[in-house]
């Protein structure tokens, strides 16, 4: 693939693209090399407030077009990023690192989430209810809200800002748009194509920068009065503390530590087969990704010698290299972290199975790549067990029966995703019953999740709302009750109507 070289990129802001006020810039690398990609706008207030003033005039004219029309566009921002697929597939494995193949299914979510939302502009159901009172009508209707500032991450470059983008404006809404720094090539190719798409000037804005600066300012400026933010717990916090003197919505989808219960009755060749796509996919850098595997003590050697022989087969290269199957991670801070849980897990008395190193061997030596990397004998209540790692580490947990699977498995302050392997039905209904999270996968991983069912966690993943399917237009709407008086005289609703 060509690359783009130190090319400058800008900021799209009411239709024009435009640099930093301040003319300030930072780098984008590619994370399995260090090279260049190009450097972008370092935002600061000035330029989110010019961002903010563009979407806020957009949104007066943009509400009124029929959402059947505005679904429409994202129809076709759906056919150009299929279109685009190969060539944003190909960039997103420089930029971001992921395999060839998981990075075509972050466009293909994109692409899915693009046309999902399209049928919602012919949808948008709303209620119609009867009166209490004679010859009245009455109805609910979803509103847009207004300017939408939407703040995403790096490990899912294109599929997140749709599951945010597409339904925001759909529902009417308009965006300021800041991606995460370490992905921003994608982000400006991703509004590229959704201006391309027909959208009108202002409707959709970028404000490229950092988070402390960009970020800090959308979520503080008076006129957005939703947020919508994908990254960390810690972040999410302070999302909404400074959200809170706006009292504005704010929809957070934040971290997991997901667990994977393999019972003494599962396929265990499935088994190993869901652990390591979700242990090791996307290098672990899913919020999705499964960091524990809750072992019962009757398979439990069987399963691990069978997953540290799989580790170890894993072959580590750039995302772009066809025989890749572990990428880099994102940046040299997150290979540091990673690695800090090692020692962590190390110092706590868990048993380094495998991997546990930064891999440096030739040309790896110039990128972020770690070895996978499994524990054994780790106890629940350990921090390799606790806390988001974020990489591609899981540790593995020996239980008695299904209750401590249970009990271990909802052991931990996130409820995004848990799993169960087993081929007993009562266990699996169990499970789907008693696992703590807003999502729950039988006999698969713990990633996966598909875009017309609600995505989102519970506990401290996120503050009760959903992304994707129907649950995503509560995060982009309000309600309006209307009611419609046709008697002629005035009718006084809980006095009229009773004797
Ligand atoms: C994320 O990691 O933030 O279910 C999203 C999955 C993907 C989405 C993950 N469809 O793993």
Same mark, same amino acid.
């Given at each position: 693939m060509a690359v783009t070289g130190a090319k400058e990129f800008k900021n799209y802001i009411g239709g024009e693209w435009v640099g930093a006020s301040s003319g300030e810039t930072f780098e984008s690398r590619v994370p399995a090399t260090g090279e260049v990609l190009g450097s972008f706008p370092r935002s600061g207030a000035e330029d989110v407030d010019r961002a903010v003033a563009a979407a806020k005039h957009a949104f007066e004219e943009w509400r009124l077009v029929p959402a059947p029309e505005r679904g429409q566009i994202m129809l076709r921002f759906a056919r150009l990023l299929e279109d685009e697929k190969q060539e944003l597939t190909e960039l997103m494995s420089r930029e971001m690192g992921k395999v060839l193949a998981e990075a075509g299914g972050d466009v293909q979510e994109a692409i899915d989430m693009s046309v999902y939302m399209a049928g919602e502009g012919r949808r948008m159901f709303g209620h119609t209810t009867p009166s209490e009172l004679r010859d009245k009508f009455q109805m609910? @209707? &979803?509103?847009? @809200?207004? =300017? %939408? *500032? $939407? +703040?995403t991450?790096?490990?899912?470059? +294109? $599929?997140?800002? #749709?599951?945010?983008? $597409?339904p925001a404006l759909v529902c009417g809404n308009t965006v300021v748009f800041k991606p995460a720094e370490d992905t921003p090539l994608l #982000? !400006? &190719?991703? +509004? !590229?194509l959704l201006s391309e798409s027909g959208l009108p000037d202002g409707v959709v804005n970028l404000v490229h920068g950092y988070g402390e600066e960009a970020g800090a300012r959308l979520v503080r400026h008076p006129d957005v009065p939703i947020i919508t933010f994908t990254g960390s717990r810690e972040t999410g916090v302070l999302v909404t503390k400074n959200a809170a003197d706006?009292?504005?919505h704010v929809h957070l989808e934040l971290g997991g530590k997901n667990g994977i219960v393999v019972m003494d009755d599962a396929d265990l060749d499935l088994a190993? !087969? *869901?652990? =390591?796509w979700s242990a090791f996919g996307t290098s672990g850098q899913r919020c999705t990704a499964a960091s524990r595997v809750i072992a019962h003590e009757a398979i439990h050697d069987e399963l691990q010698k069978r997953l540290v022989a799989r580790a170890e087969k894993m072959r580590i290269g750039p995302g772009w290299d066809p !025989?890749? /199957?572990? *990428?880099? %991670?994102i940046n040299r801070e997150a290979l540091d972290k990673i690695h800090s849980y090692t020692e962590i897990g190390s110092d706590e008395g868990a048993k380094l199975l495998t991997g546990g190193e930064i891999a440096s061997d030739g040309d790896l030596g110039k990128g972020f790549f770690y070895r996978p990397t499994i524990f054994s004998e780790v106890e629940p209540q350990m921090r390799i067990a606790q806390e988001e790692i974020f990489g591609p580490t899981t540790a593995l947990i020996r239980v008695k029966d299904f209750g401590e699977a249970v009990r271990v498995t909802n052991g931990i302050r996130y409820g995004l995703s848990t799993a169960i392997?087993? &081929? /007993? %039905?009562?266990k699996a209904f169990r499970a789907m019953r008693d696992l703590a999270s807003g999502i729950t996968y039988i006999n698969a991983g713990t990633t996966g999740a598909e875009v017309h069912l609600p995505f989102g966690g519970t506990k401290d993943t996120g503050n009760g709302h959903r992304e994707a399917g129907? #649950? $995503?237009?509560d995060v982009f709407t309000e309600w309006k009750s209307i009611y419609v008086d046709y008697s002629g005289r005035l009718q006084r609703a809980q006095i009229d109507n009773v004797e």
């Open positions: 609910s @209707v &979803r509103m847009p @809200v207004g =300017v %939408v *500032g $939407a +703040i991450p790096w490990n899912f470059p +294109i $599929a997140i800002p #749709a599951w945010k983008l $597409a #982000a !400006e &190719r991703f +509004i !590229e706006n009292l504005k190993v !087969e *869901g652990i =390591v !025989e890749t /199957d572990l *990428g880099p %991670v392997f087993t &081929r /007993d %039905v009562n129907q #649950a $995503a237009l």
